[in-house]
């Protein structure tokens, strides 16, 4: 009896986390499995008509200076703009931060469409508000902040071991056949039982991996603890300012050709534009090797008052842990390596769903089979006496 102890005891505790945690882990997997194509769910949602005859906006193109007065035009009172450059002709993305708040996951943001030619905004929405942001606000953050993301990121530990215990529960302890085997001809129990630990068994490691990486992504203080412990400690993304604090800000042409030369081999990906202030312009670029097309690791900035390139981070020169988190996010969001892993990402999003009915069921029948037994004893026990 002492022998199987430690085996139900493992059980019990894989019982509990998933009863515990199930349906918060099967609403990331399905909120994550819709965010996978979330551009393009939006784009069909709200469709813009494309533009004829413009070419996508790229390093040298007259639209960001064109595009920045259009919005500064709207929005006079100040604030920060970020360009998105998608590389690809149509509506230009874009998002305005209002003055009084400081640029982070949570700030609020007016997300902008400006047409290809940068003359006109052609949509406008508070992030947050409209279907695909408000279900990414669910996903990382629960819709309740700061203290939802961390939420999110421990509770994406807890799922880890949730998944580890899993393994532990099946792990055979003869043959491996029987183990691996699925009956269909049998009860209901033993059914919901099979489906439930293949379903888990042949996606663990895929689970694992967007597992880790959300928990990763939602915590990123303990993400650059946990690499600085592993590997080293992670670059610091530089954080220079203007040579002066006030001043006639150059075009957006000259901080882009500036940035060009710095990092000549790299591809636009954001455009990031303060309004006054001592903040320099800060330009996003993918860099060869860099696995996210849209959200790179590395920033050119430039004086917004001289056009002078003030730092460069390069991931290409930079250590093992800067590199190894460059593919925390593809990972998490199936871009690795492109339509094929995205389709991926989504089949493996919907199984932690699949996970929870399956285990609640089993967890259900078995209980009630147990009380039949009990049922069953308690009579033949008045039947003797």
Known sequence: MTAWRPRVL????????????GLLFALLGLTGSALVFYLEIDAALNPIAPAEGVPAADWRSPVWDRALATGRERWPDGGEFSFEVTGEPGPIPARYYPPSEQHHHQAQREMVWFSADGSAILRSDTWGEYLMSWLYELHMHLLAGEFGRQIVGWSGFA????????????????SWRKALAFKRGTVAQRRLRDVHKHAGLWSASLLFLLTLTGALLALPDIKSQLFTAIITTPDKVPAPQSTQSSGTQVPLTQALAAAQMAVPDGTLAFLDVPSGGSAPIRIRVQTPGDPHRRFPGSFVFVDQYSGAVLAIHDVRKSNASTMTATWIRPIHDGTIAGLPTRMLAVLVGLLPTALFVTGILHWRTRRAARGRRSDQHHDLTGVAS
Not at 10 to 21: D, K, P, V, W, Y
Not at 159 to 174: H, N, S, Y
């Open 159 to 174: 799922a880890l071991f949730l998944l580890i215990t899993g393994i532990a529960v099946w792990w055979p302890r003869g």
């Open 10 to 21: 493992i059980r019990r505790l894989h019982l509990g986390l998933g009863l515990s945690l």
